[in-house]
């Protein structure tokens, strides 16, 4: 542009020439000619071309220089010119600003009055360079979570092969004097990454660059520099030392967090302090005042046997922290017991309402009452009773109240009466004496069986102990006998003449060989009569003859022989039998006074019985039993019972007249009065036309067993005006077929 007046003024002339002389001064004049040279000195942004103008065209060069691009071929006016001035012939032009890595064409150029000229085109690539990396600004500035990175712009023709930060707390920091903290992404080449630094001091100023590197080597971004806020500071806590109710701890000091401690102490809970806990919010907290210092502490009015949470804690600008948890328990000790009060005494219990106060920090295993008649009774001193309250583990730690029943004490007695509780840890605590007075009471006492040889036939001593007089004296005592079981004081009594106060004996006579009685004891004193708590039972011995049956006979005839034997005649020497004989029944028990059938006595003394029945039911079992008396007793010696059947006989059965007649049947009836010893399984009627003969008609079974049957004889065939016979019939399995008596009727 700087020459186009000159142009404009030079052929301006020249047409005032050509007017004048008619001639035109470019004539025979033509473009430049220009030769394009390699491109020497080539770098990765940067590169020296050159150009030889071989003619001029007849024409000064009025500009000069080359053209440029990143495509072969280009379009010479639409691409940017970098001149080289003007005049002859070879120039040299510095191409920069160019791409590492990228392949370039290049043409020279020369202009004259004719016009622009173009050399030929050459190309060349630029060398590869270190990787072009931008840093990313930190956000948030957290010394334990400051994001950073950067972004790989270029690779400049070499792939990145690393990536990452370099920071340090001096400016612009590199890879051998800093921190490196690489990208850790499988990700590498051109694009965004991200760093996360977590072990930035709080309240540092860093400096940080991104850096890349490829085959060429490595290049830095820009610096950015960030302040690392102040943190809270950090202390960890001292194991705690402990007794019963008190304990010490404190903290050792790691790091204010770039802000002075302005306060530290310790606190303590049943519970875990979590982290964000506020510091006013927790009273069990003693303060050890400001500065960048470690500290112990004292814990004090601590429950027993608990467990306890502690934590240093440090405030400062930035904060309240609190520093790693430690765990203790305080020594357990006593539980605390309060014997509370009684109630409700009675002669033998009194009711106790007490309370664990506090369970000396270990959990309570067993609890209840201790009392004797001493006072400051315990569960290891002699005459003390304990009765436990204890059924399942406890959870509560304080104020746990029971309640007691003490029973079986002495009536009109001073009790010395202390709860008690033991927990896990083997400490038992005692409250205070409660003082009882049990009531008067009727006596305590019991009857005891009688040995073998306190039993005769007739007679029994028996005796009982009592273990209480109720608080008073025994004015009576006995025994209560009976022949049946709940013996009570309307039956009878035999009292002990000596008025015993502890052992009672009496003597029971004229009692019943082989007979079982009961007894209960009996004492009285001021307060009334008591039984005693159990009742006995005793069986006199049996003076009664013995015997045994050796055979039993059923002749044909049902008559019946029985042998028997007395084999003693009493337990005495001096017994003797007085009556003799045998019995039959139903049953194997059968005795004299139920017996069916009895034989006349069969004489005295010993030896056999030999007897004779008759007149026995047909097919009946019988139990024979031998029986004697002796002159000692009214009761009878029995043998063991045998059984026998006698003989089955045909059925009885009857016939009776009819009871109906008319045209549509006869009804006629008959009954089994006697089945002969064997069940009767048929039972029916036959009709006939004579007394002789009854075949005419057989109703079939009408009956079995005892008792009455009926039936219908149809009519049908037979002669109006004709008389008819019929009779009842009966089987079992002795006798096929039995016949009743005859009877008639004339058919209608």
Known sequence: MKYLGAIILFISMLGCVKTMERTNPLDGKTLPMIITNNISTIAS?????????TNNGGLPISSKGLLWSTTANFQVLTMPKIPNGYGDPTFTTSLTALTPATKYYVRAFAENLVGIAYGNEVSFTTKSDTPYVVTTVPNPYLFNN???GGTVTAENGSPVTLRGLVYGIAPYPTTELSTVVNDTSKAMGQGAYTIKLTTLKPATTYYARAYARNSIGRSYGNQVIFTTPATTPTYTTLPATYQITTASSGGTFVSNGGSAVTDKGIVWSTTPVTAGT???????RVSKGGGDASFTADMTNLSPGTLYYVYAYATNTAGTSYGSEEKFTTNATLPTVSSGSSANPSASSVSMSSTIVDNGGASIIDFGHVYALTANPTLTSSGS???????????????????NTLKNLKANSRYYVRAYATNSKSFTGYGNDVIVTTTGTTPILTIIQPSASQITDVSAVVTGSISDNGGSSITSAGIYWSLSPGVTSLNTAVPDATVPQTNISSTINGLTTNTTYYAKAYAKNSNGEALSSNEISFTTKDNTPQLSISSITVNADNTVNVNAKVTSQGLYSNSLVDSKGIILGSAATVIYNNASVKSPSQGTGSGDIVYLFSGLNPGTTYFARA??????GVSYGYSSALSFKTNAVAPT??????SNISSSGINVSGEVTNEGGDPVTDAGFVWGVSTTSFTL??????????????????????VKGTRYYYRAYAKNSKFPIVYGDIQSFIAP
């Open 385 to 403: 009773t304990k009765v436990s309250s204890y059924t399942s583990p406890i959870t509560e730690t304080k104020n746990i109240g029971f309640t």
């Open 146 to 148: 400051t994001v950073t």
């Open 653 to 658: 059965v009857v016939t009776y007249a009819p």
């Open 278 to 284: 506020i510091l006013t919010s927790l009273p069990n």
């Open 627 to 632: 029986y004697a008396s002796n002159n000692k």
């Open 45 to 53: 942004t940067s590169a020296i071309g050159s150009a030889t103008i």
């Open 697 to 718: 008609g057989n109703s079939g079974t009408k009956g079995s067993g005892l008792g009455t049957f009926s039936f219908t004889i149809p009519t049908t065939n037979f």
